[in-house]
């Protein structure tokens, strides 16, 4: 025997070097060179999944039940053939929403639900509990084999409290050292990469010794197994494989390797870089191969040899009873190894998880001081890791011994009741919140009474419960329901997958999800689409202030070094610094900051707290039983004049949830017109009230509004009014910022019905009734498009050298000037101090390079993009090089308009040669998912087009001479109806976009002449309609001529 | 039929091809041809499972190798 306190002295030692590892690895993050970051250290990092379990209990399961120990390595592999697919899109909506946790990632994606992400931190508590007690367990057998019992002052101490005491200081000492937002801790991934190789290197040296030292190879220990397999029919049972079990192993596993908590937490949250799972993806495998290639040889040479002790000691008790003690030693670090990474992992993802979805809604309610807050959440992550180890132990006191891997077997079969929530959250969009909890509720009640309660039941009413079934009745013997003669295990598979993926689809199909959980489940489920590129913006100062409130609301639950961190890091993402934001680029701070606290402190907490910090939540007034007088639609925009607080009190006394947002005195408000609970937001500088918001905090203000109608189903916003807004801010916000707030609220008046108080003479519309609908509200309202033309030909102008600039400017102000320049301008409204002040402020920031703009100036869209023309004409004689479509391109999308739009001129009919017409097809998709309305008449199928090409279908007419229903279609020599088609269309779109594709078939169907005459009619039609229309042709179906007749007579147009 | 490995590997299709495949041929009734048998001292059974695993961990090295644009 090895001296008393040997083994666990070595093991003391041995988690001192893991610390040393871990702050190297820390300091090394710190100073920019991780060396954690790489594919190599990533895989060795999933392979945390090689636990003591594998390292005695694999042994122990292949001595008594032969092969049955490899579907626990089946699954995995498998799942990394699904690695690609999955576990990268599982990694991709994590690192979008910063998602810290496999309950995190259930919780947000059933709408941030607080029930839900409760449930599955509680189960995971649970779930875990019987494998760390594995742990606490294996060690401890271990220890007591090399050391025998411990002692300590004189009294036998129990070896499994000894190495609980130990592995839980060093968890939650080593887990919790601080609180980081996005819960990356690169030295616990390097900690438990150096023991993955502590691991393979102790288990293939006691491999090696066990088959080629005492044995004379694989085939010699096979060959005694042969031998004693004809007189011992134990023996012979070890080659069979019970296919039932092997089946429902392999399906745990495969369950458990995406959805046990540690496992999500090194693959997922852990994960630096998406493609570092590539290599991953073999190297676990390859790892899993090679670990378990001498499973069964020191598993049977244990038989064969009759090594005294349980059989999942083998790997320990076959070299110390051989006298080799250093190898013993050296096994039994390999086993602290997986033991001590797996808690490690375990007890930091389970401990976060609570504190995030369970403990962290509880205390920010209670917790009011909020100096102390990070500091009694680091605490309490450090008591959850405690926690943690602490039921292990007592599970592991609480049970008889049973083989290890029956153990590990009851966590799996918890893991996997997580599957059909999280997969189907992943790709099925009608998941909903009530199935998820249905199927999850149900599958972890059967996982307890046909797993847990099983492998607990020892002796009293629970023995008797498993021995003979509730009340007796047989057919309700938990191990044997309904009397199916399945094994234990399979009889839990079948039976919780069953009920919990059934509850889950039915109560999701009969459920309808809140409008939050929706936009949630698309974003989802549609990670992989293409998002939008946040555009640039331009120079331009803002207060300063803003960031120090959200570094400091941030500073409440990560503490102050840690928010100035993450903080100066979004700067520095956003390529900018605390003195120089710019008006976009605090928006975008803000987005981020939900994101941020989403890592920190979990779903379920960032909703209590954006909701807090947003003051405003949906209330209903006491609804009137009568129908309300006034009748707005939802998703439309409404410029009211004079009686706007009366319909907006009209509908909220109907049952419609309102916001207010006004200039006026609230409590004014609300004693004219009556209403009690709907919030009121007053644009004011005051102090002292939430209910305050000053005028030129905008993004505070959209913050507060997109927030009220994401979580209101039917709602109604009412802004009093953007001419005082825009009046307040003139001088002191940049033009953009106004621009993208009234933007960004014509977007969000699509989720809601948005009244505007405004001046008649300040809309650019004419409004014949009391309540009139707009649109396009940069284009009508007040000096926004005047602001919008600003700022369109500063990024033109931008692009020219100082005196090239110079002389443009002079040529376009000397046009301005002499009113040559803008067509159709119109000066319908009175701000005379305004203007004022614009010129100061141009001459200030451009001395002689701005153009001359009068803020009274007010163009349509029409005007406006033939202005930016003019204006590119211009620039185009003094820079020849000049690319209007390029200068405008991220502005045009950043306004939700195609880059290509501003290129086309409304009255032109352009030709597009190309062979096949994608890119045709690709400019009228863009166009169209753009804002313009579109009309293709094509000779493909519609729903080719839209699938290939996004083109929507009901904007298709196809050339075919078969009339298929569902379908429009038009007879390709019925031209007469070719042209009807096209002029309804103009008459009705009002900015019409057409694309003719499929020239030559139609000159196939008729001839060449008629299909000329066709397009120069429509020709003309397009430009009196100031429509734009686009003709593919392709140059190898024409002979020259007429390709020179037909291009002769349109625009050409290169894309 | 020009089509290369890379492109099959590309394709996300053909990994859940693969994954069913897998779980069928590392499942009954596959597992049951192999039965007790032994081949130079080795459980066929043992040596068929280890090859099926070898192979799919060769499909990912490939994918890897072949599709790290």
């Known amino acids: 025997m090895i001296g008393p306190n040997v083994a666990l002295i070595i093991m003391v030692i041995y988690l001192f070097l893991l610390f040393g590892i871990a702050q ?344 009011k001081d909020s100096r ?64 998820a909890m249905a199927g999850l509720a149900s599958g972890f009640l059967f996982w307890t009474y046909t797993a847990l309660i099983p492998t607990v039941a020892s002796g009293g009413m629970l023995e008797d419960l498993v021995q003979r079934g509730p009340f007796g009745i047989s057919l309700l013997k938990p191990t044997n329901l309904l009397g199916l003669d399945l094994d234990i295990w399979t009889n839990s598979v079948f039976w919780t997958l069953l009920v919990n993926c059934s509850l889950y689809t039915i109560v999701s199909l009969m459920s309808k999800p809140s409008p939050e959980e929706d936009a949630i489940t698309n974003s989802f489920v549609d990670v992989f689409q293409e998002k939008a590129e946040v555009p640039r913006v331009e120079k331009g100062i803002i207060r300063m202030g803003t960031v120090d409130e959200l570094e400091a609301t941030l500073a409440r639950y990560v503490g102050d070094l840690r928010a100035r961190q993450q903080v100066d890091a979004d700067l520095s993402r956003l390529g900018t610094t605390r003195d120089k934001i710019e008006a976009r680029q605090l928006l975008e701070l803000w987005r981020n900051f939900e994101k941020t606290l989403t890592g920190s402190v979990g779903p379920s907490a960032t909703r209590m707290i954006v909701e807090d910090q947003v003051p405003v939540k949906p209330v209903m007034e006491e609804a009137k039983a009568t129908l309300p007088t006034y009748d707005l639609e939802m998703g439309r925009i409404y410029v009211v004049p004079e009686k706007a607080y009366e319909v907006f009190t009209d509908l909220v006394l109907h049952g419609v949830e309102g916001l207010c947002i006004t200039h006026h005195n609230p409590d004014e408000v609300r004693r004219l017109w009556g209403f009690k609970e709907t919030p009121i937001i007053k644009l004011s500088d005051e102090k002292g009230s939430d209910r305050y918001i000053s005028p030129r905090n905008l993004p505070l203000l959209f913050m507060t509004i997109k927030s009220f109608v994401q979580t209101s189903k039917n709602s109604i916003v009412l802004i009093d009014s953007i001419e005082q807004l825009v009046e307040e801010n003139e001088g002191i916000v940049p033009e953009r910022e106004l621009l993208d707030f009234v933007y960004q609220m014509e977007l969000l008046g699509r989720k809601t019905r948005l009244i505007l108080v405004e001046r008649p003479e300040y809309i650019h519309i004419r409004l014949p009734d009391s309540i009139n609908e707009v649109k396009e509200l940069l284009f009508n309202v007040g000096p926004l498009s005047a602001y919008l033309f600003r700022v369109f030909s500063e990024a033109m102008l931008s692009r020219l050298s100082i005196e090239k600039r ?55 869209r029409h005007g406006f993009f033939t202005a930016v023309r003019k204006l590119a004409r211009i620039i185009k004689k003094h820079d020849p090089a000049f690319d209007l479509t390029e200068a405008l391109s991220e502005l045009m999308r950043s306004y939700g308009r195609s880059p290509y739009e501003v290129a086309l001129l409304p009255g032109t009919t352009y030709v597009i040669e190309e062979e096949k017409p994608q890119k045709s097809l690709e400019l009228f998709s863009e166009l169209v998912s753009h804002g313009m309305e579109g009309l293709c008449i094509s000779r493909y199928n519609p729903e080719t087009l839209e699938e290939r090409y996004n083109v929507p279908m009901k904007t298709v007419v196809w050339l075919t001479q078969k009339s298929e229903p569902g379908y429009r279609t038009v007879d390709p020599t019925n031209f007469p109806r070719m042209s009807g088609i096209i002029s309804d269309f103009l008459d009705k779109a009002n900015y019409p976009l057409v694309l003719l594709e499929g020239l030559g078939y139609l000159i196939t169907q008729s001839n060449y002449e008629t299909v000329l005459r066709f397009v120069q009619s429509q020709r003309d039609e397009i430009a009196l309609k100031s429509a734009i229309m686009l003709v593919h042709i392709d140059p190898l179906s024409l002979d020259t001529k007429e390709l020179h007749r037909l291009a002769s007579e349109l625009e050409p147009l290169r894309i | 039929m020009a089509l290369s490995l890379k492109d099959l590997l590309g394709q996300d299709e053909f990994w859940v091809f693969l994954f069913l495949l897998g779980w069928t041929l590392l499942n009954w009734p596959m597992l049951a041809m192999a039965g007790r048998s032994i081949f130079r001292g080795m459980p066929v059974v043992l040596l068929y499972v280890a090859f099926i695993w070898l192979m799919v961990t060769v499909m990912l090295y490939l994918f890897d190798r072949r599709c790290s644009g």
């Open chain 1, 24 to 367: 190297f690895a820390d300091r090394q993050k710190r100073l920019g060179k991780s060396i954690v970051t790489n594919p190599y250290v990533y895989a060795l990092s999933l392979c945390v999944y090689v636990s003591a379990w594998t390292f005695y209990g694999s042994i122990g399961r292949a001595a008594s039940t032969g092969l049955e120990f490899l579907p626990i390595y089946l699954g995995p592999v498998l799942a990394m053939t699904l690695g690609w697919i999955v576990i990268r899109k599982m990694i991709r909506v994590s690192k979008e929403y910063r998602l810290t946790s496999v309950s995190d990632f259930i919780s947000f994606r059933y709408g941030r639900s607080y029930a839900i992400g409760a449930v599955v931190a509680v189960l995971c508590l649970i779930m875990v509990t019987p494998y760390v007690a594995l742990q606490l367990i294996a060690i401890s057998t271990s220890l007591e084999i090399l050391s025998g019992p411990h002692r300590f002052l004189g009294y036998q101490v129990e070896s499994k409290l000894v190495v609980a005491l130990l592995l839980g200081a060093f968890a939650a000492i080593f887990g919790a050292r601080h609180l980081d937002p996005m819960e990356r801790h690169e030295g616990l991934v390097a900690v438990v990469a150096f023991e993955s190789l502590v691991k393979i290197v102790a288990f293939l040296a006691v491999g090696i010794y066990v088959t080629y030292g005492i044995f004379a190879g694989y085939g010699n220990i096979m060959d005694e197994m042969s031998q004693m397999a004809l007189v011992s029919q134990s023996y012979a049972d070890l080659l069979d494989v019970d296919y039932q079990t092997w089946f429902s192993l392999t399906l745990i596993s495969f369950f458990a390797i995406l959805f046990l908590p540690r496992q999500f937490h090194v693959m997922v949250v852990e994960n630096s870089e998406e493609k570092h799972l590539k290599k991953a993806m073999w190297l676990f495998p390859l790892y899993l191969l090679l670990i378990n290639l001498f499973v069964p040889a020191i598993a049977w040479s244990g038989l064969l040899l009759k090594t005294p002790g349980l059989e999942d000691a083998f790997i320990i008790s076959i070299p110390y009873n051989q006298g080799l003690d250093w190898l013993a030693l050296f096994v039994f670090i390999g086993g602290t190894s997986a033991a001590t990474a797996m808690i490690l992992v375990e007890s930091v993802a389970v401990g976060t998880m609570l504190l995030n979805d369970l403990e962290m809604p509880y205390l920010l309610n209670r917790i």
């Open chain 1, 806 to 860: 110079s002389e443009v400017v002079r040529e376009a102000n000397e046009l301005i000037s002499s009113r040559s320049f803008f067509e159709r301008a119109e000066r319908k409204y009175d701000n005379g101090s305004a203007a004022a002040c614009d010129a100061d402020m141009r001459d200030a920031v451009h001395p002689n390079l701005g153009l001359q703009i009068d803020s009274k100036l007010a163009l349509d």
């Open chain 1, 372 to 435: 102390n807050l990070a500091k009694t959440l680091l605490n309490t992550r450090r008591l959850n890791i405690l926690l943690v180890v602490l039921l292990g132990y007592l599970y592991s006191r609480a049970v008889a011994y049973q083989i290890l891997a029956d153990i590990g077997i009851v966590s799996f079969l918890a893991a996997s009741q997580l599957a059909p929530a999280a997969l189907g959250g992943l790709y099925w969009k009608k998941g909903s919140r009530e199935g």
